[in-house]
């Protein structure tokens, strides 16, 4: 197992700054994820960190919006930047356990005004 | 690109009743993972299954996987108040990585006392 800590475990920002999501596991983990969930909606991938290099973004998501940093085997940051109303959703971190299995962060609760 | 598809999106039981809710992908799987999230929680892992047909049980969860690889079902008999939340499949993304998962909208389950 994993256990994920995710801070901040919300937020309420202004439109046009940024909000920097911090991810730290106890243990050392090869790939880490963000996801970010939308209310009421599914879970998106929006990008895979691995230590020692850029993060892999998926369709409709790009780094100048979301940096990524991955400086060790057991710590992420996400960033959300210049942020609008349109980014207010639940982002997640997640790290795959054995093989098999996704486990999750409690997530950061995001609100832009 | 891959899809999957989850119904009903709601479902609304009485104490007692039996649930179920099912899966389908676009593509054949790999594998399919199920996850519960309770609300204002974060996903948790419940199971994987792998094989053509596989059907595990967790006490009164049963779950199936299709012979296609391409469609599951998660069981629940005589719900409790304890089941209550939203219930997601998800399976590895076409061509990418077995751990980059596609999750399902989901099916929010709330049960009546």
């Known amino acids: 197992s994993a256990v994920i800590s995710q801070k901040p475990s919300r937020d309420i920002c202004q439109r046009g700054t940024s909000l920097t999501i911090q991810c730290q596991v106890d243990?050392?983990?090869?790939?880490m994820f963000w996801y970010r969930q939308q209310p009421g909606q599914s879970l998106t991938l929006i990008a895979t960190a691995n230590q020692g290099s850029e993060a892999t973004y998926e369709s409709g998501f790009v780094i100048d919006k979301f940096p990524i940093s991955r400086p060790n085997l057991t710590f992420s940051t996400l960033t959300v930047s210049n942020m609008s109303p349109e980014d207010s959703s639940i982002y997640l971190c997640?790290?795959?356990?054995?093989?098999?299995?996704?486990?999750f962060g409690s997530g950061t609760q995001l609100s832009v005004l | 690109g891959q899809q999957v598809m989850q119904i009903p999106q709601y479902q609304h039981v009485q104490e007692g009743e039996d649930f179920t809710t099912y899966c389908n992908s676009s593509t054949t799987l790999s594998n399919i993972q199920w996850y519960k999230q309770r609300p204002g929680g974060h996903p948790v892992f419940l199971i994987q299954?792998?094989?053509?047909?596989e059907v595990k049980k967790q006490k009164r969860l049963t779950f199936q996987f299709g012979e296609a690889k391409k469609n599951s079902s998660l069981h629940i008999t005589a719900t409790q108040t304890t089941d209550v939340g939203t219930y997601f499949c998800?399976?590895?993304?076409?061509?990418?990585?077995?751990?980059?998962?596609?999750f399902g909208k989901g099916t929010l389950l709330t049960v009546n006392p």
């Open positions: 998800a399976g590895p993304a076409s061509g990418g990585s077995n751990y980059k998962l596609t």
């Open positions: 299954l792998v094989k053509s047909g």
């Open positions: 997640s790290v795959e356990v054995g093989n098999e299995k996704l486990f």
């Open positions: 243990s050392q983990v090869t790939m």
